[in-house]
Each structure stands twice: as structure tokens, then as C-alpha cells.
């Protein structure tokens, strides 16, 4: 079954403490992405990636970190998570190198992050 | 920055009654206009999506209507069934090759019996 997969779906961790989410597809995507979703602020992206080994920030890139070292992985990684980082967080992917039509964004099913 | 305001931020309709959801926009590079629906515990999952030379494109019970003069789209969910309750998103790509979607920030939709 073709989707984007993500690991934990649950996640409790404490200040300071470094933790990374996973993130892989099935599909032999080009793109992938992070997302935070917030009550009220929507789907903000936080890092994309075109391509293996290029990387963009997204608009919310602060605390965060990724990696694209295989075109199937994209994890996020928490260096030093806070509690302003609590949040639901989403990876999605794209067939073509960009978001269109004929290329459009997959999600995976969320991780809830809580950092306390 | 870059901005897609929906609204309403939250909807409540009978069911068989009509849906209707309204995104606004202002950067006129905006060229591919996609709705999402997520359902609880699920990640959003696309629904419709429309390009700015057509002004509706209808799946089913479900219509985008487009008026670029005015920056405005909205979602149409025709016939609405409890089933359909969801959060809808709207969102807009910022042109040719652009590596982004803007979201809305989405409409949480309950259809009652």
C-alpha cells in the first residue's frame, strides 16, 4: 500500500532532551515535508526537501533540524526540544520535485509531540 | 507573507443541507488551489483542487468554486452527510516550480442528523 509513515505516533519527552521522528514513503516521492499543526494556526511547513541531500526551511524552521540522506527517509530531528514545540506534526510527499496538480501532497498520519 | 484566510472557523449543518467553506487570497502568483479533508487522528487527505483558468470543478457532491478577479475560492459540499464531518483545509501554491503550500487555517465541519 503506497503511504508516508511516520514513527511514534505518541511521543512525551522533557526539555533538553534531543529526539528525532521518522519519516518514510513507499513511493519513490521527490518531495517531502514537515508540518506542525497548532489549534487555530493551521498546517505551517517547517522543512522541505526537493531532492536527496537538498533542503529548505519552511516557514517555522526555529528548533528544528532535518536530513534527506535516502529519497524514501526524512526524518525531523529536536535538538533541544521545548515546550513551545508541542504540537501535532506531519510529514507528506510529493511525487514531482515541487507541489502541482499532477503531483499532489500525501500525508502521513501525525505524530502528537508533547514536551513538558 | 503569503496568507489564506478561510473561513468559518468552525460550521454546523443539518444533514442534505449545503456546505459551504470560503478561502481568500491576495498574492496573485497563487496557481494551484487544492482542498484537504482530515478526520480525527488521520492526516489530511486531499479532496479537490482546482487551477486558476477554471472556474468550478466539481467531484461528486463536492464543487470548487473560483473567482480570480476577486481572490476568493470556496468549498461546496453538496447533500452534506454526517460522514463528511471533518476539518477542512484550503491551500494555494505560490506559482510555477514553488515548493510550497500556504495553508488555511482550516473549518471544522459537523453535519447532524
Known amino acids: 500500500e503506497a503511504q508516508v509513515t511516520q514513527n511514534p505516533r505518541y511521543l512525551i519527552t522533557v526539555t533538553g532532551k534531543k529526539l528525532t521522528v521518522t519519516c518514510s514513503q513507499n513511493?519513490?516521492?521527490?518531495?517531502m515535508s514537515w508540518y506542525r499543526q497548532d489549534p487555530g494556526l493551521g498546517l505551517r511547513q517547517i522543512y522541505y526537501?526537493?531532492?536527496?541531500?537538498?533542503?529548505d526551511k519552511g516557514d517555522v524552521p526555529e528548533g528544528y533540524k532535518v536530513s534527506r540522506k535516502e529519497k524514501r527517509n526524512f526524518p525531523l530531528i529536536l535538538e533541544s526540544p521545548s515546550p513551545n514545540q508541542t504540537s501535532l506534526y506531519f510529514c507528506a510527499s510529493s511525487l514531482g520535485q515541487s507541489i502541482s496538480y499532477n503531483s499532489p501532497l500525501h500525508f502521513g498520519n501525525g505524530t502528537r509531540l508533547t514536551v513538558t | 507573507q503569503q496568507q489564506v484566510k478561510q473561513s468559518p472557523q468552525s460550521l454546523i449543518v443539518q444533514k442534505g443541507g449545503i456546505s459551504i467553506i470560503n478561502c481568500a487570497y491576495e498574492?496573485?502568483?497563487?496557481?494551484?488551489f487544492p482542498w484537504y479533508q482530515q478526520f480525527p487522528g488521520k492526516g489530511p487527505a486531499l479532496l479537490i483542487a482546482i487551477r486558476p483558468d477554471v472556474s468550478e470543478k466539481k467531484e461528486g457532491r463536492f464543487t470548487i468554486s473560483f473567482n480570480k478577479s476577486a481572490k476568493q475560492f470556496s468549498l461546496h459540499i453538496m447533500d452534506s452527510q454526517p460522514g463528511d464531518s471533518a476539518t477542512y483545509f484550503c491551500a494555494a501554491r505560490g506559482g510555477a516550480g514553488s515548493y510550497q503550500l500556504t495553508f488555511g487555517k482550516g473549518t471544522k465541519l459537523s453535519v447532524i442528523p
Open positions: 498574492n496573485t502568483a497563487f496557481d494551484y
Open positions: 526537501s526537493m531532492n536527496v541531500e537538498v533542503t
Open positions: 513511493m519513490n516521492h521527490e518531495y
